[in-house]
């Protein structure tokens, strides 16, 4: 069994057990399964370091953020490490660029074409993850040292150190007041259709993400999806429907293709997609520019994902289908019949229906993916919410990818269809964005 990952730190073999769903509180937490990988998982996603300039650094240290994330806090804020994440490789995407301009830097304005590129990214790197994660900071440290060991001592390699504090300071400064810390208040309303707290929670969770401010974005609510359909129309019905036949713990429709489907996704997304980064990432063989590149676009766009999914959530709070099918006898459409007991494949997270956040990350990283890399690449990657019997996966395109992902949260019982549809579209306008507006080639 690979090893895995500590309260004090973590292996290079450990960090792929993480929490199957969404974001845990201190109520509902026996509600959630935690998933241990088998050691081919883990394996398959830690490539031996290959060589001080090679184009894996910015994939090396993706995985060494979800290790650090995992150990520190066993990934219970998927919100906040979306953050992070994005934070830290936009972190080595300046400090790559002020070294050795090819793409716009976000928040560094500074150069030194004396610094070497690549200590300058893994120095960002490590400076961010150890400002947020201060309980790996010894671990962390033995990463960069092990990052760092065929570097040698240097002025480039000191310029580079120097260079990567400044991007790393800059990332942080320019983040510190982004709404990450308030708070807003919630109370669910006394009305059909409108939110109600999922089994197993008391309270809504990180309602005050639908204010952060964004990455991409010009604002949370810059892309708002449209409203789900109305509780009396046929649409609402037959989404009903077939969420309540498909989506069923005990569902005699569901086949057992669907049911390892909606398994494999139920990981979170910010996990599973940067996972596909690192896969396709070493496959076509990035460079350390475009590799930079690459996951400061793919994390901006899946942390923006959740800030306008948040927004649009609590705009319309609507009701989950575990509540919508328990009280259909309230909703004023002849055409739904109310279950009491009914209970979703998989336990349904603290936060509304409207619309699937989940499907919003998938197609967002998707977007930026097939911007950068062309959309038919096929690739196969492995999820620890996979069920034994099949934890990995093939696809033909990024946005075959996306559409299953979306797909999933129908088969586990946790969205309406209409929901997943919205979550796609705000997606891939939010992929299409962050690409369009930032880090682009220099002339």
């Known amino acids: 069994m690979a090893e895995q990952s500590r309260h004090h730190g973590f292996g290079r073999r450990a960090g792929l057990q993480a929490l199957a769903g969404a974001a845990l509180g201190a109520a509902g937490l026996a509600a959630w399964r935690a998933v241990t990988p088998t050691e081919a998982i883990a394996a398959a996603d830690d490539a031996s370091w290959c060589g001080f300039r090679c184009g894996h650094l910015t994939a090396e240290w993706s995985l060494t953020a979800f290790r650090a994330i995992q150990a520190e806090q066993q990934y219970r804020d998927p919100l906040g490490a979306s953050r992070l994440l994005a934070m830290m490789h936009l972190a080595m995407h300046d400090a790559v660029n002020a070294a050795a301009p090819r793409f716009a830097t976000y928040a560094l304005e500074a150069r030194d074409t004396g610094a070497d590129p690549a200590v300058a990214a893994a120095v960002a790197a490590h400076e961010v993850l150890r400002a947020a994660l201060p309980g790996q900071e010894a671990a962390l440290e033995a990463e960069l040292g092990r990052t760092l060991a ?82 009396e129309s046929a649409a609402y019905a037959a989404a009903f429907d077939e969420v309540k036949s498909l989506g069923s713990k005990d569902s005699a429709a569901r086949s057992p293709e669907q049911t390892r489907i909606a398994h494999f996704w139920y990981e979170f997304s910010d996990i599973g997609w ?37 927004d649009s959530k609590l705009h319309y709070d609507a009701w989950r289908p575990v509540t919508a099918i328990r009280a259909a006898a309230t909703d004023g459409n002849t055409a739904t019949l109310p279950d009491a007991a009914w209970e979703p494949l998989l336990p349904t997270p603290p936060i509304q229906d409207h619309p699937s956040t989940h499907s919003a990350l998938g197609a967002a990283a998707a977007e930026v993916m097939a911007i950068l890399l062309g959309d038919a690449m096929p690739f196969a990657f492995a999820s620890s919410s996979a069920l034994p019997a099949q934890p990995v996966r093939r696809f033909s395109s990024f946005s075959a990818a996306a559409e299953e992902n979306a797909e999933s949260r129908v088969l586990a019982g946790l969205h309406f269809r209409f929901a997943c549809d919205a979550g796609l579209a705000l997606g891939r306008q939010i992929g299409r964005f962050a690409v369009a507006q930032h880090l682009k080639p220099l002339e």
């Open 150 to 231: 065929e570097s040698g001592a240097s002025a480039p390699m000191a310029r580079g150190r120097a260079l990567g504090v400044a991007a790393a300071r800059a990332v942080l400064a320019d983040r510190a007041t982004d709404g990450a810390t308030d708070q807003l208040a919630y109370a669910p309303a006394d009305r059909p259709g409108a939110y109600r707290y999922t089994p197993g929670f008391d309270s809504l969770f990180a309602p005050h993400w639908r204010k952060l401010r964004p990455f991409a974005l010009r604002s949370p609510d810059q892309f708002r999806v449209p409203g789900p359909p109305a509780l």
């Open 274 to 310: 940067n996972r596909i980064a690192r896969v396709v990432a070493r496959e076509r063989g990035l460079d350390l520019w475009q590799g930079a590149r690459f996951f400061a676009l793919v994390n901006m766009a899946l942390a923006d994902s959740y800030v306008a999914g948040w």
